[in-house]
């Protein structure tokens, strides 16, 4: 059972490059087939997570499915949209009803966070909307408008590099910042 967590946690993350390498090298319909089974594999290992990610699986798995049925391989390139634009939802949602996202992942590492933090997590969880947004925004116009190349270098290789550029950007920042702040 973990083993297949890790799989589909992994495969989902190379989403991009496997369906590069499944178009170029696989029979038509192939990697739409492998990738609708990978997202229900993960869909049926979600029940103990958050509900609101099933959202974006249950999008790709209907994405996945219908390409595979319409033989529609463009219809691929539009999974990393969703995910930006659940995980915008999520963080937006997060900022309306609180505590703010970023607030509740910092939360597990110092459960005692001074009220002044609060206020600084809930514009680190709005810089992180202005992120999805461009995000969804890139890879809408590359599914749309650009090379499979062009696609899965910014989905593959330049967004994650954005995201994990941000999450330790902020992460060294806020730690001295909590310690200015104690």
């Known amino acids: 059972m973990l083993l297949l967590q890790i799989f589909t946690a ?14 170029q090298f696989l029979p038509p319909g192939t990697i739409a087939l492998l990738l609708c089974i990978i997202l ?3 869909l049926a290992l979600n029940k103990q997570q ?17 390409s ?8 691929l390139l539009f999974y990393p949209v969703v995910i930006n634009l659940t995980m915008l939802g999520l963080f937006s949602y997060s900022l309306i009803k ?10 597990l590492k ?23 947004v461009l995000n969804g925004s890139v890879a809408f116009y590359t599914a749309q408008f650009s ?10 290789l330049i967004a994650y590099l954005l995201m994990g550029l941000l999450l330790g ?3 060294l920042y806020r730690t001295f910042w909590l310690r200015k702040h104690e």
């Open 10 to 23: 992994i495969a989902l993350v190379c989403y991009p490059l496997a369906v590069y390498l499944g178009l």
């Open 40 to 42: 229900i594999a993960r």
């Open 50 to 66: 958050l509900a609101s990610m099933a959202l974006p699986l249950i999008v790709g798995i209907g994405l996945t499915a219908a």
């Open 68 to 75: 595979f049925i319409a033989k529609r391989n463009d219809w």
């Open 98 to 107: 609180g505590p703010s996202m970023i607030e509740r992942l910092a939360r």
């Open 110 to 132: 110092e459960p005692d966070l001074p009220d002044a933090a609060i206020s600084y997590l809930n514009k680190v969880t709005l810089l992180w909307c202005g992120l999805f």
């Open 147 to 156: 090379t499979l190349e062009m696609w899965t270098l910014y989905n593959g």
């Open 169 to 171: 950007g902020e992460w």
